[in-house]
């Protein structure tokens, strides 16, 4: 099973760009789709974004298609959220999540969760 830590997160303006940081231990890394999702105050957990194992699928939540970019470092065991334009309605803990395939990620079957990290988003 693959250990999951996020970094990066913090307060921004709106219209900031900030990029959040997944490193996973484990020797599965580089054959586990990988995921973002985001949990906003007494709302539930939704999907923003998922990469297939080799990098070469990127799946976004409508939300923030064109603004946020997930990408991967297999050489390096992390996996990246780039946001830009960030918006108010941002604002949430980041969760990075591993799974079999950005499908199953993107339907919330997961293998492994990090801790989250918070992105506060000031208008």
């Known amino acids: 099973q693959v250990q999951l830590v996020e970094s990066g997160g913090g307060l921004v303006q709106a219209g900031d760009s900030l990029r959040l940081s997944c490193a996973a231990s484990?020797?599965?890394?580089?054959?586990?789709?990988m995921g973002w999702f985001r949990q906003a105050p007494e709302k539930e957990r939704k999907f923003v974004a998922a990469?297939?194992?080799?990098?070469?699928?990127?799946y976004y939540a409508d939300s923030v298609k064109g603004r946020f970019a997930i990408s991967r470092d297999n050489a390096k065991n992390t996996v990246y959220l780039q946001m830009n334009s960030l918006k108010p309605e941002d604002t949430a803990v980041y969760y990075c999540?591993?799974?079999?395939?950005?499908?199953?990620?993107?339907?919330?079957?997961?293998?492994?969760w990090g801790q989250g990290t918070q992105v506060t988003v000031s208008s």
């Open positions: 990469i297939s194992w080799s990098g070469g699928s990127t």
């Open positions: 484990g020797r599965t890394f580089s054959s586990n789709a």
């Open positions: 999540a591993s799974g079999g395939s950005p499908l199953a990620i993107r339907l919330k079957d997961v293998a492994s």
